[in-house]
């Protein structure tokens, strides 16, 4: 079975602050973890995605996320947050079997303040 | 345009009534879903479909049909709307396997009166 948690449904960051939107997973399988990003009345978009390679994984617009096994998360930080920023981010985990299901955690709406 | 297209993005229908979501991608991506979201859900996958006439139930299909005669397209049908079923409804695509990255599209919103 999988299931995604993230942890904070808000996160108020102001700008230029560093971002940490937490995300934690469990997976009976060796799996495969994105994150998502959904601005207003938008589809979602890919920001990053690890799929067994480096831990450290780099995306797009400064964004970045560290899988860490042991604690079975896959947090996704950036060190200075933008205006831009604001918007929906899902923590996403699918498992690497024949079996198609892709998991969607809650989401956490971020807020950066000027 | 290359990409993924829903329509409409905005239909408001009465109960009772049924409602057909359109899906159309160009890319031939085999893989195909349908999602809705509601606050404090996240997304919730409704069917998917491997390929040209495989498809199969997602976590929340009651209420809903699909189905994928041509590869870009893959219609959600609701067959008699319920107020529950006022959502934002999502069609994504991938290419193949589970560590593929998904294309959605820019959402349908439908309220059911």
């Known amino acids: 079975a999988q299931s995604v948690t993230q942890l904070d449904s808000h996160v108020s960051v102001s700008e230029g602050t560093p971002v940490l939107l937490r995300c934690n997973y469990s997976s009976s399988y060796s799996p495969s973890l994105f994150w998502y990003v959904q601005h207003p009345n938008k589809g979602l978009q890919l920001l990053l995605k690890y799929t067994s390679a480096a831990t450290l994984v780099k995306g797009i617009n400064g964004f970045e996320a560290e899988f860490k096994k042991s604690e079975t998360s896959f947090h996704l930080t950036k060190p200075s947050a933008h205006m831009s920023d604001a918007a929906e981010y899902f923590c996403?985990?699918?498992?690497?079997?024949?079996?198609?299901?892709?998991?969607f955690g809650p989401g956490t709406s971020l807020s950066v303040i000027p | 345009d290359a990409g993924i297209t829903q329509s409409p993005r905005y239909k408001i229908t009465e109960t009772g009534r049924q409602v057909t979501l359109m899906c159309h991608q160009t890319w031939s991506h085999s893989y195909m879903f349908w999602y809705r979201q509601d606050l404090g859900h996240g997304l919730r996958l409704i069917y998917y479909?491997?390929?040209?006439?495989?498809?199969d139930k997602g976590e929340v299909p009651d209420g809903y049909v699909v189905s994928r005669s041509k590869t870009e397209n893959f219609p959600l049908t609701l067959e008699s709307a319920t107020r529950s079923q006022t959502s934002v409804y999502f069609c994504?695509?991938?290419?193949?396997?589970?560590?593929?990255?998904?294309?959605f599209g820019e959402g349908s919103r439908l309220t059911v009166l």
């Open positions: 479909s491997a390929a040209a006439d495989i498809t």
């Open positions: 994504a695509s991938r290419v193949g396997g589970t560590a593929g990255e998904l294309f």
């Open positions: 996403v985990v699918s498992a690497q079997t024949s079996y198609d299901k892709v998991i």
